[in-house]
């Protein structure tokens, strides 16, 4: 994963799993979230417009870039839902502390249809006794999909929490073959 810095461009766009909006800047993808149509449980993370105001000062080169990051990942995923790609190579460039950093590049390592528990990215990133952190990491994962948080399973297969609901998490499991 890239460095980090605040997003400047936005896309937002419907799939059949729903409203999805992106953020990035230069470096890449910096925010995916689902963007809730109804009175779900869960609340939208999208990026707010004066976060991307504020980073009008970028040049035309480093706009331009985040523009094709954005495109470039949203074909990624529409493939992606279709069932016609398992693996994304957009640029990634959330921002987080370096524990969470550590956590989702673990999670990057997941493989299409594959799962694993919070325990085993513990162990992934050499903290075995930080499974809650490990959790907490997880859910604070900024671009779904992307970085496949969805993929992560109670130890015992039983699904856990999804920052989208566990009925969006079943379904891109589903998708995967799990």
Not at 68 to 74: D, E, G, I, V, W
């Amino acid at each position: 994963m890239n460095k980090f810095s605040l997003p400047m461009a936005k896309l937002n766009f419907e799939s059949d799993y729903g409203f999805i909006s992106i953020c990035a800047n230069a470096d890449g993808i910096t925010h995916l979230n689902f963007i809730p149509q109804t009175d779900d449980e869960w609340l939208s993370r999208e990026i707010d417009s004066q976060v991307l105001q504020q980073n009008k000062l970028n040049t035309a080169t480093e706009q331009q870039q985040a523009h094709t990051h954005l495109l470039q990942a949203k074909q990624q995923l529409l493939e992606y839902f279709d069932g016609k790609r398992q693996y994304f190579d957009v640029a990634l460039a959330p921002k987080g502390t370096e524990f969470q950093q550590q956590v989702w590049q673990a999670l990057t390592e997941i493989d299409f249809g594959q799962s694993c528990s919070y325990g085993d990215i513990a162990n992934k990133v050499n903290r075995p006794k930080a499974v809650r952190a490990v959790g907490t990491a997880n859910g604070a994962n900024p671009i779904a999909i992307l970085v496949p948080c969805h993929r992560v399973i109670g130890k015992n297969g039983t699904l856990t929490g999804y920052a989208y609901g566990l009925a969006l998490k079943q379904k891109l499991l589903k998708l995967e073959g799990l």
